[in-house]
């Protein structure tokens, strides 16, 4: 007799109506929009993984007023997280050590504090938006705060594509087993306590996992 499998292929999670979701670039553009007259500074924080490229230009289309900060320009140099990185994952193709390093250890201090300047002045002229990983080393503290969100199955399918790399070392054509070893030991560490952190205070879940058909909730409706 067949087995009959329990595992839930396409697990869903209710939070909130159907009218409490906004699919699509337009839609999310146009409800981020209003909240941009109120508070002029939007942080779109990303788990690694998410293609900042995507959001970045879907934005700039529709709220071409609004001034573009890209958090990833205050990365180290890959030469730098190496230094970090190697000695935690080791030579060995599998194994490695627990980090215990924040994603603030993979910004330049100064380079931050240039761009947090940079932004309260922009904010000062117009609506600005602050995007990447860790963007909300940079935004202000009363930024709204949009958290971009994706599912680590989906990190690794892009990882295998060759898509993406690892943050900050530009590796994207490396194998994916060396990607995966750097994300298990470091890289998820650190993207899943700043995560935490975070989505008890959001004002917005972003859900990326499907490329160019994203899905956007409020924080209240998500909780």
Not at 38 to 53: H, K, M, R, S
Not at 65 to 88: G, M, Q, R, V, Y
Not at 140 to 145: F, G, I, M, V
């Amino acid at each position: 007799m067949a087995r009959q499998s329990n595992y839930e292929k396409f697990p869903v999670i209710s939070a909130g109506s159907a009218e409490e979701c906004s699919a699509g670039w337009q839609a999310i553009a146009d409800r981020l929009h209003s909240h941009l007259r109120t508070n002029q500074v939007l942080c779109a924080e990303c788990y690694p993984g998410v293609l900042v490229d995507e959001i970045r230009e879907e934005l700039c289309t529709r709220l071409p007023t609004s001034t573009l900060f890209l958090a990833e320009e205050c990365l180290k140099t890959p030469a730098e997280l190496h230094a970090i990185l190697d000695p935690l994952l080791g030579t060995d193709r599998v194994f490695g050590r627990m980090s215990s390093l924040q994603l603030a250890d993979y910004f330049d201090p100064s380079r931050l504090q240039q761009m947090r300047i940079a932004v309260a002045q922009a904010a000062l002229d117009g609506p600005v938006v602050v995007l990447g990983t860790s963007a909300w080393l940079v935004a202000p503290t009363d930024a709204t705060l949009l958290y971009a969100d994706i599912a680590r199955w989906e990190v690794q399918l892009r990882w295998r594509r060759g898509q993406i790399g690892n943050l900050g070392l530009n590796n994207a054509a490396d194998d994916l087993a060396t990607k995966y070893k750097c994300g298990f030991f470091a890289e998820w560490r650190a993207a899943d306590h700043l995560k935490t952190s975070l989505l008890s205070r959001i004002d917005f879940l972003l859900d990326t996992n499907q490329v160019l058909e994203p899905k956007l909730i409020s924080g209240d409706a998500f909780r």
